[in-house]
Every structure is written in C-alpha cells, then in structure tokens.
C-alpha cells in the first residue's frame, strides 16, 4: 500500500540530489531503490523497468547445488531491486520524483536528471 511517511522520506532524499542511499539512520528500517535519468522524456514506468528487468537473473528456490545455504540465487550483476520490489513482507511503499539541476552519478555531472527514489517498508 502507498505509504505517505515513505513517500516524504523518499522526497527529502530525492531533493538533495545525492546519487547515494540514505540517509543512513533511515536504511536500517527501509529498502530503497533509485534510478536516474537525463535526456528525453521517459515516464517513471521506464525508470523502474530495469529493477524489474533484473527478475531473468534471479533463481527462486535456487538450483540443487546451492541448496540449503542459499535459499534463492542471482546470477546476474544484481537482484537486490528486483527482490526488494517483490519481497514478500514488504508491503509499504512510497516514492519520489525530482528534477536535479546537476547531480554527481559516478563522477560525472548530469544536468536535468530526473531522479526516483522508491522507499519500501519493512526492508
């Protein structure tokens, strides 16, 4: 369900422009994806289109050989947004949409980048 407190807490967040987590005492409790995006317009459909993308890596129970110590298994770069969106006891969500005049992504500067930041709940 939409949560207004993550929403709030994702905005905060989105509006400093930090290509980062956080803020840190908030990522003990809540799961977080972001996504950023500069140049033409793409809806935020698009700007969550790659966590879910990232669902062909992930194996769920994971293969025989890596049974029991692993009960699921990404063999891809990452899952960790895929699993967060579809996480089973996380049932609260609340997002954020901002414009950055300049934003720092791996040292180097985005100008207009449309910055999303989701927040879920529990993490």
């Given at each position: 369900v939409w949560d207004e407190r993550l929403a709030r807490s994702a905005e905060a967040w989105a509006t400093q422009c930090i290509w980062a987590h956080g803020p840190s005492q908030l990522m003990r409790y809540v799961g977080q994806n972001l996504?950023?995006?500069?140049?033409?317009?793409?809806?935020?459909?698009?700007?969550v289109k790659s966590w879910s993308e990232e669902k062909r890596h992930y194996?769920?129970?994971?293969?025989?050989?890596?049974?029991?110590?692993?009960?699921?298994?990404?063999?891809?770069?990452v899952?960790?947004?895929?699993?967060?969106?579809?996480?089973?006891?996380?049932?609260?969500?609340?997002?954020?949409?901002?414009?950055?005049g300049s934003i720092n992504i791996w040292g180097n500067t985005?100008?207009?980048?449309v910055?999303?930041?989701?927040?879920?709940?529990?993490?």
């Open positions: 996504s950023i995006h500069s140049g033409r317009y793409r809806s935020v459909v698009d700007l194996s769920f129970p994971a293969p025989r050989d890596c049974q029991p110590r692993c009960p699921w298994r990404c063999s891809g770069p899952c960790s947004h895929y699993t967060q969106m579809v996480w089973a006891s996380s049932n609260r969500l609340g997002c954020a949409i901002h414009t950055c985005w100008h207009h980048a910055y999303l930041v989701c927040n879920y709940a529990i993490k």
